[in-house]
C-alpha cells in the first residue's frame, strides 16, 4: 500500500516562505520519481518541481520556469520525504499543491505530465495574499 501524505500548507503575504513536505509511505526497492504539483480554480494541473530519489543518495532535480530561483525540492531519504522550499512567493503562486510518485522503470515520460504518476497525495493549500 502505498500512500502519500503533504503538510506545510497555508497563507502567507506576498514575498513570504513556505516548506511544504511529503512522506511516503510504502515499500519501494527501485528508485522513485517525485514530483510537486499545483492547480488553482479553472487552471490545468501544473508540474512545479520533480527529483528523482536514488536508494543510494541524492538524485537530480528540476524546477519549472515559473518557480526557477524562488522554489527548491529536496528529499531526505532516510525519513522519505520530500520537501518543497518555496520562497519569495507570489500571489499567483496560490493553488492546491499535490505530491506525486512514480516508480521508476523503462520508458520514458514527460517530467511535468501529471498522468504519468501513479500516487498521490490529498493536496495541501497555498494561499498567498497580496
Known amino acids: 500500500q502505498v500512500q502519500l501524505v503533504e503538510s506545510g500548507g497555508g497563507s502567507v503575504q506576498a514575498g513570504g516562505s513556505l516548506r511544504l513536505s511529503c512522506v511516503l509511505y510504502?515499500?519501494?526497492?527501485?528508485?522513485?520519481?517525485m514530483a510537486w504539483f499545483r492547480q488553482s480554480p479553472g487552471k490545468e494541473r501544473e508540474g512545479v518541481a520533480a527529483i528523482l530519489m536514488l536508494n543510494g543518495g541524492p538524485g537530480n532535480s528540476w524546477h519549472a520556469d515559473s518557480v526557477k530561483g524562488r522554489f527548491i525540492i529536496s528529499q531526505d531519504n532516510a525519513k522519505k520525504t520530500v520537501s518543497l522550499q518555496m520562497n519569495t512567493l507570489k500571489p499567483d503562486d496560490t493553488a492546491m499543491y499535490y505530491c506525486?510518485?512514480?516508480?521508476?522503470?523503462?520508458?520514458?515520460?514527460?517530467?511535468?505530465?501529471?498522468?504519468?504518476?501513479?500516487?498521490w497525495g490529498q493536496g495541501t493549500q497555498v494561499t498567498v495574499s497580496s
Open positions: 510504502g515499500d519501494f526497492t527501485r528508485s522513485v520519481w
Open positions: 506525486a510518485a512514480r516508480p521508476n522503470r523503462d520508458g520514458t515520460f514527460q517530467l511535468y505530465n501529471a498522468a504519468a504518476y501513479d500516487y
